[in-house]
């Protein structure tokens, strides 16, 4: 008898986690198994299986009913309430061209929005925020979002203080370099292994738990200082000091006051590689406010024990010690401080510019090694337009129109936005205080959304185009150490096309088809982008040979150790800072006049946090960090998100001494709310978390913690959002 496996053909697909092998029989996909050279898969790969022809699976183009019979209408109060009519791409190509037209023609290409986080795709081609942003320039440009939600106030904030020189590599060093010269790591924040899952382009190898084993053979010492014991690996045997979320920059400027106190820090690099000391100083000893940011200070606001403060301020002074700070606290109010006070204390700490030692930001997010060469990604053009909104400032931006802003350093006012075309990423999982992203998400004429699948965001437009997966289509992935083929695996689903093949389709009806396209097709652009790499790259086999054998190893050199010319040679190592220097007290920023950022880092209580007089009717702070299960929202009708479900609910997890008192039990479905708005969740009780401080993830259709989040800036420096600044109350949801 024959095997009935023999027919199947096993296509090489790459995802945001991982390299994978697509089982496919008969046309249909059968499984998505992790390449054998990934000696550390992430499991969110086997949950695409029964995602791709799922329920929830766009299959035909979409237009809400009433935008369908009466045209667009500002203030339309219906999205989210209608049925949707299945039309032609004809009708569909008809219906956002004229939309486009019409907005361009009595408002003009700034009254049009390019909505897209990037997510969509690993892929160097069908990458569809750079498909998005190639056709709207091309069309006369559109108003973008600078920075992200997800390091939106750490990406305003470094320049000031240490220039670009670490921002776009924030993850150095590397574990390897940790083993080999790193004597203790302080994580804030932890380490959190689900992290490392992910990598924008893919990735081929997960070494990370490779890295981890090597540290502990080295003897790295690690501290996880947050209000989650488990949110770094077990293997690393972490001491566990638990501190109030919100608390950490009263922390750092502890730790610095023993440093200097105790004169421990390293005064010759200080006065050497950095500027502003002074006025940090008198701020951490209390000389220029009156309060003295000793350790008694922050233990009061920490929950945590002078003592141990001190023992860590010694410890740091005495030993090669990396401080790592996860991207999750400086989505907070007032999150550049954690940033800046980051960056100062590794400066004091003696190991700022050694290798294995100083800061570093969203650690273990991905690799520290890169390619020797730039991998070429899709054009995107120049952008005509000068508007911008920060990106978490949307539904300011559309509820407000003309209404003034600050965004570092400058007065802004907000765009009248008519039109909003959103390709990759959903804005109702990123965005917070969704209650009042649904009425600002009324005001526009048109809202267009293409996506492979119901989001809320495609349940709240007006025309929903479906679009391919990653299995639907051929793309070149760039990863760690990897040139990848992505492999078209299946036929697209329904009538499911490719972003550019979409944006392809809507140029020509606005006539510019041909500089669009440039006589290309999917084929055409993957071997053009690989050849504008291997002309950078010349060991590079050619095309043929590349997409016939999926992978070319790339050559990873290692990044030289940040700072480590400044600490060598001030003078001849400038920084990208005003002064060339660290900025310990930046007098640009203190040029801002802002009260809510000043020029130096500083200890500002968070609005919403635990020791705000706010906890007294919401006593619970609410951690919505990234899930371990998918990536974001993605796939979260997926076979490894849905196993994480508790009661059918995403799992939320609290203390057994806030359970108790609400009578909670795990399995029991809970009710998460404050004055903002409320949301339903599975219960899981564990000692890992301290008591005061629940934790959900981001990304569920059936247990969004933006229901409660709040939707304002972090400081008027980067208008980043604050949603990890949220008090909650939780009680059980009666059988």
Aim: one cysteine or more.
């Amino acid at each position: 008898m024959a095997d009935p496996l023999s027919t199947d053909k096993l296509i090489p697909t790459v995802a945001h986690w991982g390299a994978y092998l697509a089982r496919v029989r008969d046309g249909r996909l059968i499984a998505l198994e992790p390449h054998p050279l990934d000696p550390d898969p992430s499991p969110i790969g086997r949950g695409i299986v029964n995602a791709i022809t799922s329920e929830a699976r766009i299959s035909e183009p979409m237009i809400r009913k009433s935008w369908l019979d009466h045209g667009p209408r500002a203030g339309d109060n219906a999205r989210g309430q209608e049925p949707f009519v299945a039309v032609s791409w004809d009708r569909a190509f008809e219906l956002v061209a004229n939309a486009l037209n019409d907005v361009r023609a009595r408002h003009g290409n700034a009254a049009i929005f390019g909505g897209s986080y990037g997510w969509a795709s690993a892929g160097r081609f069908h990458h569809a925020q750079s498909q998005l942003r190639r056709f709207l320039n091309l069309a006369g440009g559109y108003t973008t979002a600078v920075n992200s939600y997800s390091k939106g106030a750490l990406e305003v904030i470094l320049p000031h203080v240490v220039g670009d020189s670490v921002r776009d590599r924030p993850d150095t060093p590397g574990w390897l370099e940790i083993a080999a010269n790193t004597k203790r790591v302080i994580a804030f924040g932890g380490l959190p292994p689900k992290n490392a899952q992910v990598f924008a382009g893919g990735m081929l190898k997960h070494d990370a738990a490779e890295g981890m084993d090597a540290c502990r053979r080295a003897g790295v010492k690690f501290v996880n200082l947050g209000p989650q014991r488990d949110d770094i690996a077990a293997k690393l045997d972490a001491q566990w000091l638990p501190v109030r979320p919100g608390s950490d920059a009263a922390v750092m400027l502890a730790l610095a006051h023993v440093l200097i106190t105790e004169k421990l820090a390293d005064f010759e690099f200080v006065s050497r590689a950095c500027i502003g000391y002074d006025a940090f100083r008198a701020y951490v000893l209390g000389e220029s406010d009156g309060v003295a940011k000793s350790p008694t200070w922050a233990a009061a606001l920490a929950g945590l024990p002078a003592s141990d403060i001190v023992a860590l301020a010694r410890q740091i002074a005495a030993q090669r010690t990396l401080m790592t700070v996860q991207w999750s606290l400086q989505r907070a109010d007032h999150g550049e401080q954690v940033c800046w006070l980051a960056v100062a204390l590794a400066a004091l700490s003696g190991s700022m510019g050694r290798a294995g030692g100083g800061v570093g930001f969203g650690f273990p997010r991905a690799p520290g090694a890169t390619p020797p060469f730039r991998i070429s990604a899709l054009p995107q053009g120049t952008n005509p337009v000068r508007e911008f909104i920060p990106v978490a400032r949307l539904s300011d931006a559309l509820l407000g129109p003309g209404a003034p802003y600050d965004y570092d350093g400058e007065q802004r006012s907000y765009p009248d936005l008519r039109l909003i075309y959103w390709a990759g990423g959903n804005p109702f999982h990123h965005h917070q205080d969704l209650n009042r992203m649904r009425r600002a998400w009324q005001r526009p004429e048109t809202i267009v959304i293409q996506d492979a699948f119901w989001t809320e965001a495609a349940r709240h437009a007006d025309v929903v185009l479906p679009v391919t997966t990653t299995l639907e289509r051929n793309d070149i992935a760039s990863g760690p150490g990897a040139l990848m083929a992505s492999h078209c695996a299946i036929a697209p689903v329904g009538a499911a096309r490719s972003d550019h093949d979409i944006f392809a389709a809507l140029a020509a009806r606005l006539g510019f088809a041909n500089a669009f396209t440039e006589g290309r097709d999917e084929m055409g652009w993957i071997r053009w982008l690989y050849d504008q790499a291997r002309t950078a790259g010349p060991t590079l086999p050619p095309f043929e040979q590349f997409w016939r054998q999926g992978i070319v190893d790339l050559p990873a050199v290692l990044p030289p150790t940040p700072f480590a010319g400044l600490r060598e040679n001030p003078g001849r190592h400038l920084l990208l800072t005003p002064s060339g220097k660290i900025e310990l007290f930046s007098a640009r920023i203190a040029s801002f006049n802002y009260d809510d950022c000043p020029g130096h880092g500083a200890w500002i209580a968070p609005r919403e946090w635990l020791g705000a007089d706010a906890a007294k009717r919401h006593p619970i702070h609410l951690i919505s960090n990234q899930p371990r299960a998918r990536l974001h929202g993605q796939f979260d009708q997926g076979l490894a998100s849905q196993a994480s479900k508790i009661a059918g609910r995403e799992p939320l997890r609290l203390h057994p001494h806030d359970a108790t008192a609400r009578g909670i039990k795990t399995g029991d479905v809970v009710r998460v709310f404050n004055d903002r708005g409320s949301f339903l969740a599975g219960a899981v009780l564990t000692e890992a978390i301290m008591p005061g401080v629940a934790q959900i993830s981001t990304g569920a259709a059936d247990g969004n913690p933006n229901m409660v989040t709040r939707d304002a800036g972090s400081s008027k420096l980067s208008q980043a959002t604050s949603a990890m600044s949220t008090l909650v109350e939780i009680e059980k949801v009666s059988s």
